[in-house]
Every structure is written in C-alpha cells, then in structure tokens.
T-cell receptor, first 112, second 112 residues
Framework: DVKVTQSSRYLVKRTGEKVFLECVQD?????MFWYRQDPGLGLRLIYF???????EKGDIPEGYSVSREKKERFSLILESASTNQTSMYLC???????????FGQGTRLTVV | GDSVTQMEGPVTLSEEAFLTINCTYT??????LFWYVQYPGEGLQLLLK?????DKGSNKGFEATYRKETTSFHLEKGSVQVSDSAVYFC???????????FGGGTRLMVKP
C-alpha cells in the first residue's frame, strides 16, 4: 500500500510564526502536491513538484513556499502565518492521468 | 481552464434511500474522472473512476458513468447506509496526470 504521511494531524500557531508542514511518501512518485481544503471551496492547489528541487505554483500560492530536497519529502512553508491560513492542508501524490491520487490524512492548522 | 461543478450539500437522507450527487465538468481533451470520499478526520480516498467515455466506475455499491455528451459523472447508490456519511468530491485529471481539478465537495448525512 502507498503511504503518504503528514507530520502533524493538528497544529496551533500564532500569527507571524513560520510554519512547516511535512509530507513523506514511501513510494517512488515524482509528482507531489499540496492542497488546502475549505468548506464550500473544495480542494485548492497551493504548490506542486515534479521532481527534486522542482516546484510549480498552483492556484493559490500567495503566502506559501515549498521545499523538495529529497524525492520522498515535500514541505509546505508558511513564511508568516496569518489567520486566513487557518485551514485543512492535504498532501497528495499523483503520477498518471488514469490512476488514482493518494492523500495524506491531512493537517488541520489553526492560526491564532 | 478545467473545472468541476457538483451539487452543494449537505444532502440528508434516511437509511436505504436512493442517492444521486450531480457532477458536471469542463475540460479540454479527454480527462479521466474520479469520485473521492473523505470520512470524518481522514484524507481523501478513491471511491471509483472512469477513464473514457461511457465507462462505468463502481465500488461499494456506488456507480458513476462517464457521459461525454452531457459532460457529467453523477454518483449514484441504490440504498445508502449510515456508514456512507462523508464528504464526496468529484474530480478530473488531465491525460498527463499532472493536475487534478476538484469540485467543491458534497457532504452526505445518512440518518438511521
């Protein structure tokens, strides 16, 4: 079974803090994605990566950055957390148009 | 760009009722179509998929047919159970598999 592990299920951070969300996979997938999930808005793509040290902006990259130093690890960084970044964050792998995507269990981040 | 529209929820049904969740899409080319399910406190997992026109995906009593002429992929189940209570996401993937586009999600609540 493919395993996608997000480092935290719940996080509470203060406004202005730098926040790191980690995602680790145990498969050899090239493509990794970070989404945020908000009620009524579905999943919105923040950033994705096709390979080590490669990154591409998604639909809502503002206020975020990413790091992919190793193939199995894809980190999402909130440079200076704000309350409007309170959300559920989901990491996913997806390598082919015809195959399924695999998701981590999600990190619910609250910024106070 | 690609987009997915699904009916807003919540959808509340009694056990053993018939379920339909509508999903329509806009895409260039011939995308693959998916339904994902998110149970409380978990990430998304694949429920079913269809990769070409007229394909029917099915799993756990759920079905959806890829209708190219109406650009739709409606989810149906003949008799829902309390354990089906979850959020359901319709999604499409471009052929390269680099991008997934999600609908807004539909929360289903099934009462005993």
């Amino acid at each position: 079974d493919v395993k996608v592990t997000q480092s935290s299920r719940y996080l509470v951070k203060r406004t202005g803090e730098k926040v790191f969300l980690e995602c680790v996979q145990d498969m050899d997938h090239e493509n990794m994605f970070w989404y945020r999930q908000d009620p009524g808005l579905g999943l919105r793509l923040i950033y994705f990566s096709y390979d080590v040290k490669m990154k591409e902006k998604g639909d809502i990259p503002e206020g975020y950055s990413v790091s992919r130093e190793k193939k199995e690890r894809f980190s999402l960084i909130l440079e200076s957390a704000s309350t409007n970044q309170t959300s559920m964050y989901l990491c996913a792998l997806h390598n082919s148009g015809e195959t399924e995507a695999f998701f981590g269990q999600g990190t619910r981040l609250t910024v106070v | 760009g690609d987009s997915v529209t699904q009916m807003e929820g919540p959808v509340t049904l009694s056990e053993e009722a018939f379920l339909t969740i509508n999903c329509t899409y806009t895409a260039t080319g011939y995308p693959s179509l998916f339904w994902y399910v998110q149970y409380p406190g978990e990430g998304l997992q694949l429920l079913l998929k269809a990769t070409k026109a007229d394909d029917k995906g099915s799993n756990k009593g759920f079905e959806a047919t890829y209708r190219k002429e109406t650009t739709s992929f409606h989810l149906e189940k003949g008799s829902v159970q309390v354990s089906d209570s979850a959020v359901y996401f319709c999604a499409l993937s471009d052929r390269a598999g680099n991008m997934l586009t999600f609908g807004g999600g539909t929360r289903l609540m099934v009462k005993p």
